[in-house]
């Protein structure tokens, strides 16, 4: 199936000459924060994808007012979470697209209230949502406007859609997931859920202990779930290919690690281990003969869906196996896809986010896609709208 199937897009829209239209946009946005306590826009990759459908909708002659929320305000006014520095770089790179304040300054937005979607809509003629990366929240801002207003996805949305809907459908094959991260809890739905489209499902991070440690092997002092362990084990014996470090690059027992800013930071030797790791080691990365496997894999890939670091990559010690996988995606002669905050920030690092076919706007939202097999709230909002195909 199609998946932009019943999902009204721009041009599902009625005429907006003179109107004015609501965008709800995710610009939640990194800030830095300047000697003088100025905060500034850190990454804008979020607003300059924003930008084509702004463009598109100005140049219809649409009055345009974009929303987003920023960070995580407990439901009231915080100054630490003004929109003003997003505003600023929004006016630099799109003139004359209004900006509110962050939704999340009202309780409304979160709990989904009628009232709080009555109000943001007032005097709105059309809605847009090009907030992807928001797109698994049920807030009022996403699920509320597509009841009462004409509305589309916006051109980046769609996107997103037909790319990760793509990778749920009909991938070019060998299909390689490469899921890293600390925790195993909050990735072993959509690993279940990847374990029916994928050939092979890689492992590294954190959370390859708990599933090491479910065949037996000794991890020492790594990350392990212990109340996650018989899940991973289910996994294990799912029949999909599941790879899994070989050797482990393990910090001795008493070191520490971290950004070099960090107090605490980086102390202690470090070791590549084969197999099980000694009591009171720490395993923080994938070793080299690990890495090897898992860029050769890739590197064989049709399509490759890369989420999440492979060790603890803010300390340079173990940083190794996120760059060796990160560039064997970047080299992929396979369609690849990245997702989730921390490997866009490693590709970033790296100089390779470009090199790679498509990069998520989203990180959590992307995971839960494909968790939902395209179900998220977001997305199934538009496809309740007035105006959206219908049959
Ligand atoms: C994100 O950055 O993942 C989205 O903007 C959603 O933010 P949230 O996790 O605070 O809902
Ligand atoms: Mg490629």
Redesign the pocket.
């Known amino acids: 199936m199609d998946p932009l199937r019943g999902i009204p897009l721009l041009e599902d829209l009625p005429d907006l000459d003179g109107k004015r239209v609501l965008v709800r946009v995710?610009f939640?946005v990194p800030l830095h924060i300047g000697v003088r306590g100025k905060a500034t826009v850190a990454d804008d990759f979020r607003i300059t994808a924003a930008l084509p459908t702004l463009r598109w909708l100005q140049d219809e002659g649409a009055e345009v007012v974009a929303a987003s929320?920023l960070?995580?305000p407990p439901g009231a006014p915080d100054p630490r979470w003004e929109m003003d520095p997003v505003r600023e770089r929004l006016q630099v790179l799109c003139p004359g697209i209004g900006l509110t304040e962050n939704l999340r300054f009202d309780p409304g937005e979160k709990a989904n209230d009628p009232a709080f979607v009555q109000r943001l809509i007032r005097g709105f003629d059309a809605y847009v949502d090009e907030a992807f990366?928001?797109a698994h929240?049920a807030h009022a801002s996403i699920v509320g406007p597509p009841q009462f207003l004409p509305s589309a996805a916006g051109l980046r949305f769609a996107k997103e859609v037909e790319v990760l809907g793509g990778l749920l459908e009909n991938p070019p094959r060998p299909f390689v997931a490469v899921v890293g991260g600390a925790k195993v809890a909050d990735k072993l739905d959509v690993l279940k859920v990847l374990a029916t489209k994928v050939d092979t499902l890689v492992v590294g991070g954190g959370m390859a202990f708990t599933f090491l440690a479910a065949r037996g092997q000794h991890v020492g002092s790594s990350l392990f779930d212990e109340a996650h362990l018989q899940e991973c084990r289910e996994l294990l014996g799912s029949g999909v290919q599941i790879l899994l470090p070989t050797d482990t690059r393990a910090l001795e027992p008493g070191g520490t690690f971290g950004p070099p800013s960090d107090g605490h930071g980086p102390r202690g030797s470090v070791k590549v281990i084969e197999g099980d790791l000694p009591d009171g080691w720490t395993g923080l990365d994938i070793g080299p003969d690990t890495a090897a496997t898992f860029a050769e894999v890739v590197a064989g890939a049709g399509t490759v869906l890369w989420n999440g670091p492979l060790g603890a990559f803010e300390d340079r010690r173990f940083a190794g196996g996120t760059r060796i996988v990160a560039e064997a995606v970047a080299h992929s002669p396979g369609f690849t896809v990245v997702g989730g905050?921390d490997s866009v920030s490693a590709l970033d690092e790296l100089g390779l986010a470009d090199k790679v076919d498509f990069v998520s706007t989203?990180?959590?939202?992307s995971l839960s896609f494909i968790e939902t097999e395209g179900h998220l709230p977001g997305v199934d909002a538009l496809r309740q709208a007035p105006n959206a195909p219908r049959g």
């Not at 989203?362 to 939202?365: E, F, H, M, N, Y």
């Open positions: 995710d939640n929320h960070g995580r990366g928001a929240r905050g989203g990180g959590g939202a």
